[in-house]
């Protein structure tokens, strides 16, 4: 695609505008594409200020941004006039410890990471061996505070620590630098799994089905529901007593009571989840995802709600 020059110059002026700045589906609020989402996510963990563009509020930006970096898909992302990449790009240099570098700051200094594990997780973990397993596990802990579990070898920058029965636990830098007092525990019965409980986790937005909304609504239970979803699509289908996110909709946000209970919803769960997670940061103590979304509502609830 040639790029005409007024389009090139308008995208090398957003590009200089800023030290970071990220082209990307959605704002930084409301991402409307989960690898937009998954870099802002990561960005948020390094700093307070950066600047995003739109490209769903400027088709020639949105092409011209491709044609511009030779790159094909958005998000993309440009450090000090540099591009840097996409999502997967992104993931990997913080997965390395090699993102606050790009940024141009020292790496946090790495503590001595420290976790047990209990007499049903270690059981539990030798039930679950094969016999070619090795007798280590990989604990990774993600910039959101996700885990993942699993016997794998160690690899050359792991930290190490001896958990008992003869197990290691293996993590890399940037899980180690999120593992301080972790513990993990094995609960049986019907939903039986690990259990992992970090102290240095911060609040989690929780999930909310439609059927136990609908409850909480019915009860007389005072909740604010807020829309972050387009004003075109709201206008196809919307919850009665939901308010849109716009401009208008912020200010609602901002005036309301930060112990206040607040859902977020979108068509399907993930642009509200983004969402909830960018106001849970911002202070505000009891925030939910609505599971599903409008679609999961007219699903499970409301059948008079149009699909789309």
């Known amino acids: 695609m040639a790029l005409d020059p007024a389009t090139h110059q308008k995208i090398e002026q957003l590009i200089a505008s800023d030290e970071v700045v990220l082209f990307m589906k959605g704002r930084r609020t409301m991402p409307q594409c989960g690898f937009s989402a998954t870099v802002v996510q990561i960005l948020n963990q390094h700093l307070e200020e950066y600047t995003t563009v739109n490209v769903l509020a400027d088709p020639e930006i949105r092409e011209g941004v491709k044609a511009f970096s030779n790159w094909p898909t958005i998000p993309q992302l440009y450090i000090k006039g540099e591009f840097v990449g996409g999502c997967d790009i992104v993931r990997d240099l913080e997965a390395k410890g090699e993102f606050q570098k790009l940024l141009g700051k020292a790496p946090a200094p790495v503590e001595q990471p420290s976790l047990t594990f209990t007499k049903a997780a270690l059981d539990a973990l030798e039930e679950a061996r094969a016999p070619s397993d090795p007798r280590s596990i990989r604990l990774e802990i ?13 690899r050359p920058d792991d930290h190490a620590i001896e958990v008992g029965d003869g197990y290691t636990v293996l993590l890399d830098a940037q899980s180690a ?21 970090n102290p240095l986790e911060p609040p989690k937005v929780k999930q909310l089905s439609p059927g136990e909304l609908k409850h909480r609504l ?41 112990d206040q209970p607040i859902v977020f919803h979108c068509h399907h769960g993930g642009r509200s989840q983004a969402a909830a997670e960018h106001f849970l940061k911002l202070g505000y103590s009891k925030v939910y995802n609505l599971t599903g979304g409008i679609d999961a509502w007219s699903l499970e609830v409301d ?3 149009p699909r789309y």
């Open 303 to 305: 059948p008079a709600v």
């Open 218 to 258: 019915a009860a007389g239970e005072k909740l604010a529901i807020f829309d972050v979803r387009t004003a075109d699509e709201r206008s196809r289908a919307k919850i009665d007593g939901t308010t849109l996110l716009d401009a208008a909709g912020q200010r609602v946000l901002e005036a309301t009571s930060k």
């Open 142 to 154: 993600s910039p959101t505070f996700s885990y993942g579990l699993g016997f794998e070898p160690a």
């Open 177 to 197: 630098r999120r593992c301080r007092g972790v513990k993990v525990d094995f609960v049986g019965g019907v939903q039986a799994g690990f259990k992992i409980d």
